[in-house]
T-cell receptor
């Protein structure tokens, strides 16, 4: 039973560029959430997708957008990258009826 | 500026001793709580959860205690092992009313086990 997978594992971008991160949820899960984790801090909620729609959003600017596909996988897009966007980006999944979110290994993004 | 997040609370324990990690949560309406373990370079790993209608739940070598009166959670690890060394986060999961479950994380505690 595959857990949550994310790609790529590491990424280096420069300011102003755009990035797309990908996530495949745990088998049987239909809800995907994205979190940003700065060094030394806890994860911060970005948004959650269910039935291919953004269901809830945290306190992040519109530069952060996402998408969920019919197979429940998801993408996180960040436009006009800033140095402060450097962080570990985590994807978590759960089933629509469950609350426990299971996390992937994350994508480490470095913006230069 | 805010720099608390760069200096995680640290707990050092001797191998074989019991560990207690504490967490204060903020939302009195939260009805579900989770403890996660995060090893260096990895994503958070689920350890144990508890609902607000309970005050104690036990797993394998771990126990979570919930005190709703003072909005406090604790994670107890019995017979701590070197493999338990990691950062531990508590998270509260409050239904926003839209049927979604946003996780709000605490700042984390770094557990170091001394062999």
């Amino acid at each position: 039973d595959a857990g949550v997978t994310q790609s790529p594992t590491h990424l280096i971008k420069t300011r102003g560029q755009q990035v797309t991160l990908r996530c495949s949820p745990k088998s049987g899960h239909d809800t995907v959430s994205w979190y940003q984790q700065a060094l030394g801090q806890g994860p911060q909620f970005i948004f959650q997708y269910y039935e291919e729609e953004e269901r809830q959003r945290g306190n992040f600017p519109d530069r952060f957008s996402g998408h969920q596909f019919p197979n429940y996988s998801s993408e996180l897009n960040v436009n006009a990258l800033l140095l402060g966007d450097s962080a570990l980006y985590l994807c978590a999944s759960n089933s629509g009826r469950g609350e426990t979110q299971y996390f992937g290994p994350g994508t480490r993004l470095l913006v230069l | 500026g805010e720099s608390v997040g760069l200096h995680l609370p640290t707990l050092s324990v001797q191998e074989g001793d019991n560990s207690i990690i504490n967490c204060a949560y903020s939302n009195s309406a939260s009805d579900y709580f989770i403890w996660y373990k995060q090893e260096s370079g990895k994503g958070p790993q689920f350890i144990i959860d508890i609902r607000s209608n309970m005050d104690k739940r036990q797993g394998q070598r771990v126990t979570v205690l919930l005190n709703k009166t003072v909005k406090h959670l604790s994670l107890q690890i019995a017979a701590t092992q070197p493999g338990d060394s990691a950062v531990y986060f508590c998270a509260e999961n409050g239904d926003s009313g839209a049927g979604s479950y946003q996780l709000t994380f605490g700042k984390g505690t770094k557990l170091s086990v001394i062999p």
